[in-house]
């Protein structure tokens, strides 16, 4: 027999979300974010512990649930791929158990929506990622859901598809007042989607915050961006806990780790090596901020 | 209600599928062809060494038997094994589980829809083409047939669902499962009488044919023959035993297998 291993994929996750709310879940890979996806909808059962969804009981009520929820799974279609995406639409207003009046009226209602007037009479397998990403999401708004799960729903798609994407998301969320539950790694989901984020690792959730606070919360590092006065020619060794980013003979970046040094003392160790005509101190982006997290929490264990 | 509306609006996207899709058609057609025609010119030729019987059975009744056998193959029931190791191995299992839907009727459904348009096409194309070609032997014409034959063409059809859908459920555990497909699959093909008509097995393994889920799956190639008028009570009875069964292990083996759906890739 294969030797097995017994994996605790998520240990004590406890959090409540509100209606309306837009939450992004994240975490890196194997931290338990798409594990407790499919606890949330029936799919998976904790082994301890209770989850309670508008009411319902996954474990017990997954079917019933289902009418509640939609979910998207951005690496799995969902949609008719011979047929065309009104045949899929038509398809899950039935699977829902929604009168053919109302399915009728829905799909209206999507297509306008979504604008997926251009591409509806095509067979899905013809669209693009983009339009089938769309196309999804619209399918799984058929019945509108009070919540929708979307795992990873902008993976593959370009800058303009991913925006496309968010833009309707926020419309949903706006218009309908539904839910948004969202895991992904692309930060641009989490800042221009979200208002609060659950950070996850190791199967535990280490941080739940308002998205905005998310960068304030988790910078122990500034960026101070020095335009050289004429040219930089020489690039002198830097105090202890200040580090070159970048050399330019027209502007140094450095990073300032605010735990070992402060802005203040930092400004002035800089003035003093450099002669400069400008200065820019700002934050790291938020892709670095959640990676920091990732790695404290990482060191950690 | 809900679930009958469901069926009937799979049934209808898959047709649609199929008629603007019309390949898998042409190759259902192309596969019968040259299987069972191969098989009947070959039958054909033996019989006529045999003076014209074999057993008491002649060259008309095998060619129906064998021809049921394939007609009710182009349903592709047994494609369901492999339809939910795939769901299985991708993940997708998951998407048709957030669904309000039960998983196994849908898949079931889903199954039945893939094939019921070139089943349909193919067996009345057939039908035709066999009776100007070799007629129609006495037992089809009488008026039990028709019913009798439908009866146990549905229980075949459930029966084989369930047979089939046991080993994809394998795959919740064993992952791989070509391997129980296979020796599952060719039982089915050789005592539902696809290579040798039934009437032509030796006794012990015409027994094995009768009481056997593999057997009884296939009793649709045994209406043609005399011995079906007096028994078919009985061969319908034991394709009821099997469905009760086998549904009962179907239905404990997905309670089970449901928590241990795997998270594939996450």
Redesign the interface.
Same mark, same amino acid.
């Given at each position: 027999m294969p030797e097995t291993k017994e994996i605790v994929a998520v240990n004590d996750i406890s959090f409540s979300v509100k209606r309306g709310e837009r939450i992004a879940f994240i975490g890196p890979n194997g931290a338990g974010k798409s594990t407790t996806i499919k606890m949330l909808t029936g799919i998976l059962f904790p082994t301890s512990g209770t989850v309670n969804i508008l009411g319902f009981d996954p474990t017990k009520d997954r079917k019933k649930l289902a009418y509640q929820i939609g979910t998207v799974f951005g690496q799995r279609s969902q949609l008719l791929p011979n047929l065309p995406l009104t045949d899929s639409l038509e398809f899950f207003g039935v699977m829902y158990d929604m009168p053919e009046k109302e399915i009728k009226k829905r799909i209206v209602e999507l297509v306008e929506l979504f604008d997926l007037s251009s591409f509806i009479a095509q067979p899905v397998r013809k669209l693009s990622l983009g339009q089938r990403m769309r196309a999804e999401v619209a399918a799984s708004l058929i019945h509108k859901p009070k919540i929708i799960l979307l795992d990873e729903p902008t993976i593959g798609l370009d800058v303009v598809a991913k925006k496309s994407l968010r833009d309707l998301l926020l419309k949903i969320n706006k218009e309908e007042n539904t839910t948004i539950f969202l895991t992904s790694h692309d930060v641009g989901d989490i800042e221009s989607l979200c208002d609060r984020t659950i950070v996850i690792n190791h199967g535990v959730v280490i941080r739940d915050l308002p998205t905005q606070d998310l960068a304030k919360t988790f910078v122990y590092e500034k960026y101070i961006d020095l335009v050289a006065l004429s040219n930089f020619n020489n690039f002198p060794e830097l105090p202890e806990g200040i580090r070159y980013s970048s050399k330019d003979k027209n502007k140094v970046t450095v990073v300032v780790d605010i735990n070992k040094i402060n802005v203040q003392e930092s400004l002035k160790k800089l003035l003093y090596l450099f002669e400069v005509e400008d200065i820019d101190v700002y934050n790291a982006n938020l892709e670095t901020v959640i990676r920091h997290i990732y790695e404290r929490d990482s060191t950690r264990n | 209600m @809900?679930e009958i509306?469901?069926a009937i609006?799979i049934l209808k996207?898959l047709v649609?599928?199929r008629i603007?899709?019309p390949d898998r058609l042409v190759v259902d057609t192309i596969g019968i062809i040259a299987r069972c025609g191969i098989l009947l010119i070959l039958y054909s030729y033996v019989f006529k060494l045999s003076n014209g019987a074999i057993n008491g059975t002649t060259f008309l009744f095998a060619a129906w038997s064998i021809f049921f056998y394939f007609s009710f193959s182009v349903l592709r029931l047994r494609d369901i094994s492999r339809e939910i190791m795939k769901d299985i191995q991708?993940?997708?299992v998951?998407?048709l589980?957030? @669904?309000?839907?039960?998983y196994l009727s849908y898949r079931m459904w889903w199954q039945v829809g893939s094939g019921i348009y070139s089943f349909v096409v193919i067996t009345l194309l057939a039908v035709v083409t066999l009776f100007f070609s070799i007629g129609l032997p006495s037992t089809m014409t009488i008026s039990i047939f028709l019913p009798t034959l439908l009866l146990t063409f549905f229980c075949g059809v459930i029966l084989s669902l369930f047979l089939y859908t046991m080993v994809g459920l394998l795959s919740f555990w064993i992952e791989d499962i070509n391997p129980v497909f296979w020796i599952v699959d060719k039982a089915v093909m050789i005592l539902g009488g696809s290579y040798l008509p039934v009437a032509l097995f030796p006794a012990f393994m015409f027994k094995i044919a009768l009481w056997s889920p593999f057997g009884a799956s296939q009793f649709v190639t045994h209406t043609v023959y005399k011995t079906w008028q007096t028994n078919w009570y009985q061969l319908v009875g034991i394709q009821l035993f099997w469905i009760v069964l086998l549904g009962l292990v179907v239905y404990f083996m997905f309670e089970s297998a449901?928590?241990k759906?795997s998270?594939n890739?996450?």
């Open positions: - | @809900k509306r469901l609006k996207t649609k599928d603007q899709y991708t993940g997708n998951e998407v589980l957030s @669904k309000p839907i039960s449901k928590k759906v998270v890739g996450g």
